[in-house]
C-alpha cells in the first residue's frame, strides 16, 4: 500500500494491528524486501506488528529529481569545505516519511528499528518526535563524528563501482553481489546462490542508482548527528557488528556513548548486512529491548 499526500511511500503491514508495532526503516539504496520475511515473521511471533516501507528514491515509493553524480560531487565537496548547499532532501524529509507511514496506519507510537542509513533517519526520529517513539534500535550505523575511522580504501572503491552494463538485471545482480560479498558478516558468509537469488528479487522489482545517489547527499550533510544524539531520551538499544567493513564498531560505540543510557550490543564476526544466520540473534536481541520497554508501560487489555 502507499501513502497520500506529496510524496508517496510504499508500506507492508504484517502481524495483528492491534498489537504494538515495530516499524522498520531500511538502509542506503534498499528495499523494504531488504528486511528478511524470516525475521520480519520472528517480530510478529514475539507479539508485535511488524511495518516495513521503502524509503523515498527506493523501491516502489515515490523518486525525487535533481541531484545527479555531478549534483553528489558537488556536495561531497561542499562538505569538505563546509559550504552551504542545497539538496533534493534531508534525512528529516525521511523521518517524516516514516512518521507518514505511521500516520497512515493509524499508529501513534512505535518501537522504532534502524539500520545503517535507517538508524540515522531513527536518531532524527527519536530527538525530534519522542511523543511517537516508545524504543529506539539503531544497527550497524554512527554518529557522523568526522574523526571516527572511515571504510577502506577497498571498500570505497567497490561502493564506487558501477554495474559493467546498468541497463543489464544480469550485470546489476553481478555487481550488488559482490558490493554485498566485500560488505558482509566474515564470521557469517551467506551463501552466494542464496545471496544471488535475495538481490536478484530486489533488482527486479526496482533499481534505483540517481535515488541512491540523493540518499548519499541527505546522509553527508547530516554531518556531525552528536549534538542531536544528546537529544534522545527515548530508551535505545545500539547493535553493531565487531566486523564492519563498511561503518566501523566506533561509529556504533560512539552513537551509544552520545545517548543517554544507551545500550551496546557488539556482535562478533557481524559486517554490515543482515545474513540469515544472525536473524534470530537480532530478532531476539529486539523483542528484549521492545518487550522491556512495553513492561514499563503496559497498554490496555
Known sequence: MRTTGAFPIEYESLGNPALPAIVLIMGLGMQLVAWPDDFCQALVAGGYRVVRFDNRD?????????????????????????????????????????????????IERAHIVGISMGGMIGHVLAAGHPQRVLSLTSIMSTSGHPRLPQPSLKVRRVLMSRPANPKDIESVTDHLVHVLQVIGSPGYPESAQALRERVTKGVKRSYNPAGTNRQVMAVITSGDRRPLLRQITTPTLVIHGRDDPLVPLSGGQDTAAHVRGAKLLVIDGMGHDLSPALLPQLASAILQHCDAVEALSPRPA
Open 58 to 106: 527506493s523501491g516502489l515509493s515515490a523518486r525525487a529529481t535533481g541531484g545527479g553524480a555531478l549534483g553528489l560531487v558537488k556536495v561531497i565537496a561542499a562538505s569538505v569545505l563546509k559550504l552551504p548547499v542545497r539538496i533534493p532532501y534531508t534525512l528529516h524529509d525521511m523521518a517524516q516519511d516514516t512518521l507518514a507511514v505511521m500516520d497512515a496506519l493509524q
